[in-house]
């Protein structure tokens, strides 16, 4: 009698009652959500005119809430990103969540800049870095047919959250007070983002897509990965690639509303506004810079990226007041390359690591 060879077959998992494969859509919804909340960071330039006529302080002064704030959101990621695997992302996403609302809560009771500095820096900057990785370690693993893109689509949220926090800011702003806005937007997402960490899970570790039963030997025999991050040249390579491509990005947004007032000289309203603009091209350029990680190698789209912000900054080199389209093409490049890089980044990553 002939011997009957097993077929392998992919184990029967559900993810938020859907099989698995429609489930994990689910997840990075969810993890697009949680990211939408964290992005509002970057919404700090709406505050910042309310918050230096309130405080009488500079514009200089307004923006090291900002400042301290990425610093404490990159510092931590590293951080969280060695706890994920261990604590688990569920514990590390309600953690991160509630570490965030409460830097809001209490950057609305804070008197002066050094007070503010503390908390909407400090404290909210850390929960933000803390949250960050969570959803994208999340959505990785449980597509590992379509990374780049799984992961650039949950990016959205971090990157499109000023077209939406933006705007509620504001009428919270016009409503009530800068203080009231702050103490809302704190108590809805130490709320929101750890009900949401609740759903987040891994796949079982024998637990593939049924179309992909076969990658898992391929990827073994196509690649080499290094032993040790810090001995690889290939880390301190994208780690260079990647200050570059997000520094002027991330300088960028702190700075948009000013610029616009200041030197393009256009109306405080439409320099609100206009953020909403930068933040739509911000989130596009995930998913699509995640599709192309994907399928090229990531020097090319690199080089696609650095060329891009270097028409913007040549444009804003040359711009002058009045020149409206000429300051929204700029910013809006600005944007879309940093939105770039948070997807070739992490994308890329999971390539090489």
Known sequence: MPLEIPVEMPLKVKVLGLPAEQGRWLLVLLGMSVLLCLGSVYTWSVFRTPLEAELKISATESLLPYTVALVFYAALMPVAGFYIPRLGPRTIAAVGGVIVGLGYIFSSFATNIVAMTLTYGVIAGTGVGITYGVPMAVVAQWFPDKKGLAVGITIIGFGLSP??????????????????ALRILGMAFGLLIPAIALTLKRPPQSWHPSQDL??????????????????????????????????????????SSPVGEEMIKIEPQLAASSVSLFALFNGIARPLFGWLSDRFKPHYVAIATYMLILIACVLMANAQAGQVTTYLLAFCLFWFCLGGWLAIAPTTTLRFF
């Open 214 to 255: 076969s990658r898992p030997a391929k990827m073994a025999s196509a690649h080499t990965y290094p032993q040790h991050l810090l001995t690889s040249r290939s880390f301190y390579g994208l780690w260079i690639c990647y200050g570059l491509g997000t520094l002027i990005g991330l300088s960028a947004i702190g700075i």
């Open 163 to 180: 077209l939406i926090t933006a705007p509620i800011a504001s009428h919270l702003m016009s409503a009530y007070s800068l203080r009231v």
